[in-house]
């Protein structure tokens, strides 16, 4: 397998991991909380996140034309949205289990990591004056979630 192989390998893990980790986070995260489905849909979403963290790692080590420091950013933030993506769905497993509500962190941090999804996508394929209001959009989005939690037991 040469070095094109791999890269074209790990570009379509990459898209078609992300597109479906967009999909399900959409429908899991907009569910009422004690639901079983979306805990189980919660476990699909995060490896597809995993998928697209390490997808995102391989292109970067193998095939990435941009410069080192811009690479070490790009996996940086890879391996951070898988664990804020990890940490949120132990966080619903916990819940599920009896521990105290902490269904409005667990929102923040799962809707950080769709924020970041949806952000990576926005960067690779738009300029600037696209993606910087994406990613505010996801920010504020996340924290709405976040204080509809907060208040609305139904949510928590």
């Keep these: 397998m040469t070095v094109e192989d791999v890269r074209l390998v790990s570009l379509v ?3 078609a991991a992300g597109s479906v980790a967009v999909v399900v986070a959409i429908v899991v995260m907009s569910a009422r909380a004690h639901q079983d489905w979306a805990t189980r849909w ?6 597809c996140v ?3 963290a390490v997808s995102s790692l391989v292109l970067i080590l193998v095939a990435s034309p941009l410069p080192t420091p811009v690479q070490y950013v790009l996996a940086v933030i890879a391996v951070a949205t898988a664990v804020v ?3 949120g769905y132990r966080m619903a497993r916990r819940r599920r289990s009896g521990v105290a509500s902490s269904r409005p962190v667990q929102l ?3 809707w950080g990591s769709v924020t970041s999804l949806v952000s990576a996508i926005a960067v690779v394929s738009a300029p600037v004056f696209v993606w910087v209001p994406v990613i505010i959009a996801g920010s504020v989005l996340t924290e709405l979630g976040y204080q509809r939690a907060s208040r ?3 949510w928590a």
């Design 13 to 15: 893990i990459h898209i």
């Design 42 to 47: 919660g476990m699909a979403y995060v490896g």
């Design 50 to 52: 995993l998928s697209v």
């Design 85 to 87: 993506a990890v940490v």
């Design 108 to 110: 923040r941090l799962m």
């Design 152 to 154: 609305d037991p139904a």
